[in-house]
């Protein structure tokens, strides 16, 4: 196994960090590890915001649910959908593609695209001993993280990604089973297979939440996904999405 | 530098392969590395697809707009956003959560997830000296490419990742300028600062392609977006993707 591969399957969510900064360096090495990555023909619909301003780090802490490593960190990086410079080079041309951009396609393009350049992010801080932990949280309230960021329309907040000297160790959360995951040539849909694999991984999980906290937690993979559907739907973000320019068509 | 950030900076799209087929362990480590990837509050809401079978990867060529190497490969994957599992275990629990499943937040949720899993795949698959391309093209004509692949309803094949021992080199495309992509704490609306990284990558790209094509191409980065998003609009994705049973509110 080489190094890269070592560093990917180490990976673990780190949530506490050193007061100790990224350097520019450090900085501009991952945002060119994020530009290396694929981009659906060439289109490059992401943006990166890096946010080192401490009252915006505050306020995008509370808005993603009061989470302090928000705040305090190596850097915090806010990774978003964006389509806004297709727009303007069109208009520059004296072409109107905004119902292209809006459409379904160029919403899952610029998804895909930030996800992209945001793992490679990732991969490149843990191979450098930085910790990552992807921050989900600021799409509770996209309107007030917008204004902080001052994002036009066409640019879409999509998570947060805070990198850092890790303060603490943490552990590694143990994935699904392969085959729930891996699929050979056509979709397994067996039922026996589903619960089989299923009672099997709550069980993993429900020994490992119990080992971790002496007893106060044994609730399986099952019961936690149910009650984080219920807790974060997000609702608003259908309309929302749509009005900053995104998928309407 | 170390061997990984080496690694991710030196990526470019490979669209030729040799007839060496990946082997099982190495096909096994490119799971786990997707695996290992950071998931939304642990949903894990992707499913990968290997396709070996000769002839569902001819049809899923053909249906990639005729590329052959999605044909002629190591080996394909596709990715999968994936809520089945999610609405599966709900039912075996006597709950309905359909309509959370079905929000826009899961969908992003989800197609973020797959993404991640396969930046994964791709960064560990180059460590290993593999060549890697990501097919967009599946996404041309869906409904039958879940016919291939036999998936149900809440799982979405977002696009699929060839990779394989190279056969031919092949150039790296010179990306954006760094102050277009990475914007510090406030997104940089600026139209003087637009225009003038926008002419000075154009001019980069048109002499890129008049280099590589010995004068036959020599069309800018703008030129080519705009060809792009008039070409490839895939307007059915939006009535398809809710058919699915995604981002229908």
Redesign the interface.
């Known amino acids: ?5 070592e ?5 673990r ?1 780190i949530r506490s960090f050193t007061d100790e900064l990224l350097t520019a360096e450090e900085i ?2 991952l ?8 981009t ?5 619909a ?8 401490k009252e ?1 780090k505050r306020k995008l802490a509370a808005l993603a649910g009061n989470q302090p490593y928000v705040e305090n960190n190596g850097h915090l990086f806010v990774f ?1 959908a964006d389509l ?3 727009k ?3 208009e ?2 004296g ?1 109107n ?1 905004t119902e ?2 809006e ?4 919403f ?2 610029s ?2 695209d930030a ?2 350049a ?3 992010v ?3 801080a843990e ?2 001993g930085l910790g ?3 921050i ?1 949280g600021i ?1 509770n309230e996209l309107d007030q993280v917008t204004e902080v ?4 329309d066409h ?1 879409l907040p ?2 947060g990604l805070v990198v850092g000297h890790p303060a603490h160790p943490s552990g590694q ?1 143990p ?2 089973p ?1 085959q ?8 397994d ?1 067996n039922e026996e297979h ?2 089989s694999y ?1 009672k099997e991984y709550d069980e993993t999980i429900s020994a490992y939440y119990d080992k971790r906290t002496n007893g106060k937690r044994v609730e399986t ?2 019961d ?3 009650q ?3 807790q ?4 608003y ?2 309309q929302y ?1 749509k009005d900053k320019g995104f ?1 309407k ?1």
Not at 46 to 53: P, R
Not at 232 to 235: F, N, Q, Y
Request: glycine share 2%; aromatic share 10%; net charge positive.
């Open positions: 196994m080489n190094n890269t591969i560093t990917i399957l180490n990976h969510s501009d090495t945002v060119k590890s994020a530009q290396a990555a694929s659906s023909s060439y289109v490059q992401y943006s990166i915001i890096g946010v080192t301003d915006k978003c806004y410079r297709h303007k080079l069109a520059e041309k072409e593609i292209l951009l459409n379904t396609e160029m899952m393009v998804v895909i996800a992209l945001a793992q490679n990732s991969v490149a191979s450098m990552i932990c992807y989900g799409r960021l001052g994002t036009p640019v999509l998570f959360k994935r699904l392969k729930a995951v891996y699929h050979e040539n056509t979709y849909t589903f619960r299923m993979w099952s936690q996904i149910l984080f559907m219920k974060k739907p997000r609702t973000l259908n999405v998928q068509n």
